[in-house]
């Protein structure tokens, strides 16, 4: 059997289709068969236009052969057995893979910018994005001087981060991708709280007193 999952006797109801002279009564019985292939298998009311994949199923179990009225286009052996094309990625090469490649156009059109304040910001603006990239795939610290070599690097010279410019703390950006606050301690307690060493089964907490 061409679809095992319809089984043998709808296999034979359309074997027995194939055999009938009369074409009116090959189209009612081939509409009979559909709403009973529909009935066996309700899993494809889900899909889209889900008559029409029962009509190319009972073709299909016909190897093509049968001869019928069917209110969609007939499919052919060659179009479903027809292997789909290779599609075409691009082939320009990133440099640096965890940045990826959008920041490589962005960096390629501050590089046309011309020299002011507003390409400072900018040239800022990617730096810190830069950062945060880094330490998304890379969890330990990266220096400022890091990041504007790469900024560097990217811009083949182009762009060039000021020494007087601070990026955003690598503490901070940390804290905002994992989603904890800043300067919060891992286990999440309150600051000026500590646990009571006590011989009572759970213990207790206390406040600290201040100094």
Do not use: C
Not at 84 to 104: D, T
């Amino acid at each position: 059997m061409n679809i095992s999952e319809y089984g043998r006797n709808i296999q034979k109801m359309i074997e027995y289709i194939q055999s009938i002279e009369s074409r009116e009564k090959r189209n009612q019985l081939a509409k009979a068969t559909i709403q009973v292939m529909g009935q066996l298998n309700p899993h494809l009311r889900d899909i889209n236009d889900f008559k029409h994949k029962l009509w190319d199923h009972l073709f299909i179990m016909s190897n093509f052969e049968l001869d019928v009225d069917s209110p969609y286009p007939i499919p052919s052996e060659e179009t479903l057995n027809r292997k789909p094309e290779k599609l075409k990625y691009p082939s320009n090469h990133i440099k640096i893979r965890h940045y990826g490649r959008h920041i490589e156009e962005m960096i390629a059109k501050a590089s046309e910018y011309e020299e002011g304040e507003e390409k400072q910001v900018l040239v800022k603006m990617i730096a810190n994005h830069l950062k945060k990239s880094y330490l998304t795939w890379n969890r330990d610290s990266v220096t400022d001087e890091e990041i504007a070599s790469h900024l560097e690097l990217l811009s083949k010279g182009k762009l060039k981060l000021d020494e007087s410019i601070k990026l955003n703390n690598t503490q901070d950006i940390l804290a905002k991708t994992s989603g904890a606050m800043p300067g919060s301690t891992s286990g999440g307690k309150k600051k000026g709280y500590q646990k009571k060493q006590s011989s009572s089964k759970g213990g207790s907490y206390k406040k600290q007193k201040k100094n």
